[in-house]
């Protein structure tokens, strides 16, 4: 009973592209919704005994601690069903009510070939700009595909080139890649990492996500020396990634050493064939700009093209006009 209803929420869920799936408490029951296309969307309402019963299966796959409803548990799946294969993680926490809830990250498979780019040219454009040395920057909102497109640029340079991955978690498998994943616990944080990392000789870096001041000087230092080093960072643009990294105590000289690209990153909905991937790219003179708010003429060009050939609705482009 509970594997089928697990395999409907997750069919449900892959039929839209849905980059999370939520199971959370309500008086009487719980409700299960879906995030995909910038909304949140309500799927189901089951009971509070099915809401509690789906939950702890999905933590006992994922050898996580059933009896432990309060505090805060990540973990990971390979669930087999109608889906096929998929990739899933989990994070769990109490409320105060000791009412627990479940969020689901669906991992995608990414180079299966339907990443699709409202400006086609843009890929391009990205592994050019990977053929050089320092720091490529990616923002955007959790769920924009920041760690696909960073993936599928990296796999242009492998054949050439020795990558290696610091993520916390891993999400996406790349047998062709050296992939660490970040354990404080264990002392195994993205800085320490990092210097292990370096001992590897890599030519390419991914660093999951620059987070607090120590993982920005790692990354721009590994950026110095000659690396190339892809990584994310919360901004509200691409121009804003310059203060986010000045905020983390990074000097404008050190940017101006390292910095090749910053972007900022959109899935966005389509009137047909699913959800499209667009970047607001900044190079070169651009990013000596004070526009931590500003996106470029490119992106809404971008966005006011595919509203013309009919890809995306108007109420798509003018939403995500400032992103």
């Not at 999370?20 to 309500?42: E, F, K, M, S």
């Not at 789906?54 to 548990?73: E, G, H, T, V």
């Not at 105590?249 to 390292?258: F, W």
């Amino acid at each position: 009973m509970i594997k089928r209803v697990i395999d409907e929420m997750l069919t449900a869920a892959v039929a839209v592209r849905a980059s999370d799936i939520y199971v959370l408490p309500q008086a009487t029951g719980y409700l299960v919704r879906l995030r995909y296309a910038q909304t949140v969307q309500l799927w189901r309402e089951v009971s509070r005994t099915m809401g509690e019963q789906l939950i702890s299966y999905l933590k006992f796959q994922a050898n996580m601690a059933i009896s432990d409803q309060r505090r805060p548990q990540v973990g990971a799946l390979n669930w087999t069903g109608k889906n096929g294969d998929l990739e899933l993680r989990f994070s769990t926490v109490g409320d105060y009510a000791a009412r627990e809830s479940l969020v689901i990250r669906i991992i995608y498979p990414y180079f299966s070939g339907n990443m699709a780019f409202l400006d086609a040219r843009q890929p391009a454009k990205l592994t050019q700009l990977a053929q050089q040395r320092g720091l490529m920057v990616f923002a955007g909102p959790t769920g924009s595909g920041k760690t696909t497109t960073m993936y599928l640029t990296a796999r242009q340079l492998e054949r050439t080139a020795m990558v290696l991955t610091i993520e916390d978690p891993v999400e996406i498998r790349e047998t062709k890649f050296v992939q660490l994943q970040v354990n404080v616990a264990a002392e195994m944080t993205y800085a320490e990492l990092l210097k292990v990392g370096l001992r590897h000789r890599p030519d390419v870096f991914i660093i999951g996500e620059i987070r607090d001041a120590v993982t920005a000087q790692a990354a721009v230092r590994a950026a110095l020396s000659g690396h190339l080093v892809l990584s994310t960072v919360h901004a509200r643009s691409a121009g804003g990634v310059l203060t986010r990294l000045t905020e983390l105590g990074v000097s404008l000289d050190q940017l101006q050493q390292v910095l090749t690209m910053t972007s900022y990153q959109r899935l966005v909905p389509r009137v047909t064939g699913g959800p499209a991937v667009l970047l607001d790219i900044v190079t070169g003179r651009e990013l000596q700009k004070d526009r931590q708010l500003e996106f470029s003429e490119r992106w809404w060009g971008a966005l006011e093209t595919a509203r013309v050939n009919g890809e995306v609705s108007r109420e798509v482009a003018q939403q995500l006009r400032y992103g």
